[in-house]
């Protein structure tokens, strides 16, 4: 693939095989550029002043392979084992969903409303973005991070361990609620899986590498919102529930909440393309 180790010319030639599959320039440049500089220990910063290195043959073949992997279509941060979420390094793997920037949005309003004392929820954790990123950001030590797969709990702890909030978050393995005891949480927060089977149909090729389970629901796309909408009440102290929206579903979402007299001011929050993208709704404590 490369007839010559120099950096510039390595780049450049990645950046041109890259761009004919993925169909755009940007993004080509991104993944040469994050790619190269994994293989070189080095920042992005770091790579403009590096142009003219030699890369040794052992580089050279690392990054050969990262751009053949790219090439078919595997993402970026599985190929280097991590990504950033709200300025915080995350350890990913193909057991997890890659963290989305839109959920930075959902992080963020929570961000807004929360007070160090409250007890969170956060369902669905997965590489516990959310968990970890409120622990670390807003120093909050009561949180409990659950999820189905035992799998992306093993990473969520690696990741509140990365980030030093090892004990400011209890993960438990469950099914939704059903392994929650029935404490009250002050905040419920939950990014489920919510692509319907005839979007994932149409993205299969971008989503292959990621588990479908962490996508996917079924009754079009409303399986857990409904399950969440229903349960959630139960488990409230009469503060707020914050979801992850899939934006061409909203009025549908909204509609399941609205159906329960337990949620108030609901609220929809759009995301930085202008997209509906959470739901933000009181829960009043019907007990
Ligand atoms: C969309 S991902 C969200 C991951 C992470 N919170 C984020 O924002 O990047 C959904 C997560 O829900 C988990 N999940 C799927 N079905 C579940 C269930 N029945 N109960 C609990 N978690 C479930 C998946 O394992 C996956 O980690």
Redesign the pocket.
Known sequence: MFNNNKVNYILETAIHILQAVLHSYDEAVSDAHVLLCHVMRIERSQLLLLQDKQLSTKQVNKYQEYILRRLQLEPVAYIVGSVQFMGLEFKINNN?????CE?EI?VETVLQIIDKQQLIL??????G??AVSLAKLKNIHNIVA????EE?LVLAKQNAYINNVMNNIHFIK???FNDIVNTKFDIII?????VTETEYNVLKDNLKYE?K???VACDNGLF?YKKIAKCAIKYSNSTFILV?LNSKNVHKIKDIFASYSAYTNIEIINDYAGLPRILKAKIENTN
């Open positions: 997890v969903l890659i963290p989305r959920t959902l956060d369902l669905c954790t997965g590489s973005c959310i659950s999820d189905i797969s992306a469950s099914d939704l939950s990014n489920p899986p919510y588990p389970h962490a996508l857990f992850e």
